[in-house]
């Protein structure tokens, strides 16, 4: 804030000297800075609501566009809002249209509007479950074949409750029904792909996705594989892979998630923890022009049979493993007449395994997380209180690999939208040109993916307009990088939300019924309560400011119950404070309540990180550390903050089996470790710093105390 001043301060030469304004431009910018801040100067949140939306335009440099944001809050203090929500534009939102409807009903004299009744209605989802997640269902038209015996029942046997009991339904089943919302003539897919970016957009109506799904359907039936069996999808997050995974789903199988981006090693282990009988995969991915081997790692890994899909092409260019069923054929296994029949669907119970996702736990071996059949309703739930609904196109650029591939396809599907696909990397102009030509009208986004559209400014020159409000998660946001994805669509807000692979959906998140601060977020999440811990180890009182690391309340609608490969009450709950005689869950993250009521993220309480979006554990990296060069006696690795905000930096400390050996070489050595952990676990891993040490902190147990490490370095981030 120092090289910045009061905007009454500002003047016509300070906004020329900034590179891209002309004298006669800044001329006309300061006359209109002038005439906002006289009419609303004395209230810093007025002003910026005025300047955000008839001064800043997403051509201006945006050198511009900080000078006026933190120039407009220059004596403000912490957490400044950077959106306002409008009344009227409130009780257009989901929420807002039900507190209309049902606000006297459900909190009684207490509401006032959809804005002042926001955080008393949040109250009210936590203290009515049974009420509220009833109201939900209905809003999105849910079907059970065989109703519950009631929303939820708490038992000692279950901390987190048993919901639905008795119900039986399919999710998938659910995401291609017709209701008073949705028509045959719907459109549920839009699609693109990289390089025919001059092309009209694709797309796919319900009646098409319909068919395409219970085609497949049939024809997964043809494999011979038991029903609950597990199988793996390895595929970019395309139509395909799309209508794949509902098919499974549909036809009474499990998904098992894996990231088209791992290594063999990498998918070896999430087919061997999950028993997947066979897996659909592709010859190659398209990226950024390069064409990107896939099947070979597939069989790399020794998986089962496989089912290979050509990129973007009739037929396959590359020969078959024996065994092994190319698209074409899988698809001519069924006889033409019974394609088009529906495909009735299995009827699941609720506990009934519906995806296998995987997480990074601090053992080293990810973490299996069964989503049952209630987790699609949760992560559609989710949509729906972030105002996914008919006539919204959402494209979030992810993968089926990672929680929010699964969740961008129920929380369209059931809320009656639409969802995007762009066939190729999100980094470039063809991404952004597609979210133009598309309308998208949410944009959900990783802050690394925002940095590389700013570092670039790949997004100039395209209409983003169409655009509501954005969404990110992932991994930690940057204020100025949130200050610049805002500006390119007229001051859209965007949401921040936080939440786990073992939830379904976020816990906390921002809301588009209250102030916005950035990389901030401004509530818990529907039907969640939050917990801040003191050092003592319990709850800190609700309203006052602190840090520490966050606890859930256990009653959580679609969260884990079950682990595969871990004891789930001893990762989840065990040392867990009792709070109202409920024993709170562990999540593991450190949160930050601030002054005004907001929460900031701070990172992991535990030893995974958080790098680019993708979490992993300490142990993981180090192994692959340890094993580079001959002259490393141990290795620890720990994310590290930057010192002005945004994702964990990977920072490696590495003890030397001679204290005077090797130092002179970690440039050389830092080459090494890159390769080595984009090879062996993900691609998009990067060493930031090398740190050497005599040796490691440990406990009197001998444990690394690896929270030492990021203390310290974290101190001495800048200097790093």
């Not at 519950?148 to 639905?164: A, N």
């Amino acid at each position: 804030m120092a090289r910045y001043q009061p905007l009454r301060s500002v003047t016509v030469e300070d906004i020329q000297a900034l590179q891209g304004i002309s004298a006669a431009a800044a001329a006309q910018l300061h006359r209109k800075l002038t005439e906002i801040v006289a009419k609303y100067g004395a209230d810093a949140t007025n002003t910026w609501r005025h300047i955000s939306q008839y001064l800043l335009t997403p051509d201006l440099p945006f050198a511009f566009h900080q000078m006026m944001y933190y120039g407009c809050y220059f004596d403000y203090g912490p957490d400044p809002p950077a959106w306002l929500p409008d009344p009227e534009a409130a009780k257009l939102t989901n929420i807002g249209k039900l507190l209309e409807r049902r606000g006297k009903e459900l909190l009684r004299s207490s509401y006032k509007n959809p804005i002042s009744s926001f955080s008393d209605f949040q109250e009210f989802t936590v203290s009515n479950l049974e009420m509220y997640w009833k109201i939900v269902f209905e809003e999105m038209n849910i079907s059970f074949s065989v109703s519950p015996e009631c929303i939820l029942r708490e038992t000692p046997l279950h901390p987190g409750g048993q919901w639905l009991p008795g119900a039986r339904l399919n999710p998938a089943k659910n995401c291609l029904r017709l209701n008073a919302k949705r028509s045959l003539s719907d459109i549920v897919v839009i699609t693109r792909d990289e390089g025919d970016d001059e092309a009209p957009v694709t797309k796919l109506t319900l009646e098409e996705l319909r068919s395409a799904v219970w085609r497949v359907a049939y024809c997964i039936d043809t494999l011979g594989l038991e029903k609950g069996s597990a199988i793996a999808i390895d595929m970019p997050m395309d139509v395909n892979s799309v209508v794949i995974y509902l098919a499974i789903v549909i036809a009474g199988y499990v998904v098992v998630s894996i990231a088209d981006s791992f290594a063999p090693t990498e998918i070896a282990t999430r087919l061997m923890i999950s028993k997947a009988k066979a897996i659909f995969t592709q010859d190659f991915i398209s990226r950024g022009g390069k064409k990107l081997p896939l099947y070979s790692k597939v069989i790399d890994a020794q998986s089962p049979m496989a089912i290979v899909i050509p990129n973007r092409s009739s037929t396959l260019s590359i020969e078959l493993r024996d065994g092994d069923i190319s698209w074409q054929d899988f698809l001519e296994r069924v006889d033409k007449s019974n394609r088009e029949v529906e495909y009735i669907g299995v009827e699941l119970p609720v506990e009934a395994s519906t995806n296998i996702l995987f997480s990074s736990g601090t053992t080293g071996e990810p973490k299996a997380i069964p989503w049952t059949a209630t987790t699609p309703l949760r992560a559609a739930a989710d949509g729906w209180s972030l105002n996914i609904g008919k006539d919204d196109v959402v494209a979030w650029p992810t993968n089926l690999g990672w929680m929010m591939g699964p969740w961008l396809i129920y929380s369209t599907l059931l809320n009656g939208a639409t969802m995007a696909l762009y066939n190729g990397s999100p980094l470039g102009a063809g991404f952004a040109k597609f979210v133009q030509d598309a309308k998208v009208t949410m944009l959900g986004v990783v802050p690394s993916i925002v940095r590389a559209w700013k570092s670039t400014n790949c997004t100039a020159g395209y209409d983003w307009s169409s655009i509501c409000h954005f969404a990110s998660t992932g991994e930690a946001s940057g204020v100025d990088e949130s200050l610049w994805l805002m500006g390119r669509a007229q001051y859209k807000p965007i949401i921040e939300i936080c939440g786990g692979t073992e939830i379904g959906g976020g816990f906390i998140a921002g809301s588009l019924l209250q102030p916005q601060s950035l990389s901030a977020f401004s509530t818990a999440a529907m039907g969640c309560s939050l917990f801040i811990l003191g050092e003592d180890g319990s709850p800190r009182p609700f309203d006052s400011p602190g840090i520490g690391e966050l606890a859930l309340g256990p009653l959580l609608f679609g969260a884990s119950s079950t682990l595969l490969n871990a004891d789930h009450y001893g990762v989840y709950y065990t040392g867990m404070p009792v709070w109202n005689g409920k024993v709170l869950r562990r999540h593991g993250d450190v949160f930050e309540r601030t002054s005004r009521g907001y929460y900031r993220a701070h990172g992991r309480a535990d030893d995974t990180m958080n790098l680019g979006g993708v979490k992993v554990s300490s142990v993981e990296i180090e192994k692959v550390c340890n094993a580079v060069d001959e002259s490393i006696l141990e290795t620890a690795a720990v994310g590290v903050p930057p010192p002005g905000g945004g994702p964990d930096k990977l920072v490696i400390a590495v003890v030397f089996k001679d204290s005077k050996g090797s130092k002179d070489n970690l440039n050389s050595l830092k080459v090494s470790l890159n390769s080595a952990l984009q090879k062996k676990l993900n691609p998009l891993f990067k060493v930031s710093h090398i740190v050497v040490l005599h040796s490691l902190p440990r406990t009197a147990t001998n444990k690394v105390m690896r929270r030492v490490l990021r203390q310290q370095f974290s101190q001495v981030g800048s200097k790093l």
